[in-house]
């Protein structure tokens, strides 16, 4: 499978069930992630706050559950 399909996979980092496009992980440029796993990793390399990257994430499904990309 292409890394860019949709897809619905378990997450290997977080463990739950996700549908769509896979993000790659950061740290081995191999693993593929659920898109809060991603979001997370990519937050977490600019030095953003725990608390502050699941208020981000919140806010990422306050906008986009739901709807088709």
């Not at 725990?50 to 739901?66: A, F, K, Q, S």
Request: charged share 35%.
């Amino acid at each position: 499978m292409k890394r860019d399909e949709k897809r619905s996979a378990v997450c290997p980092l977080c463990g739950k069930v996700y549908h769509g496009y896979p993000a790659l992980s950061r740290e081995d440029g191999k693993t593929l992630l659920c898109a809060d796993c991603g979001v997370r990793q990519s937050l977490i390399a600019i030095g953003i706050a725990d608390d502050e990257i699941e208020e981000i994430i919140r806010i990422i499904h306050r906008y986009t559950d739901g709807r088709e990309s």
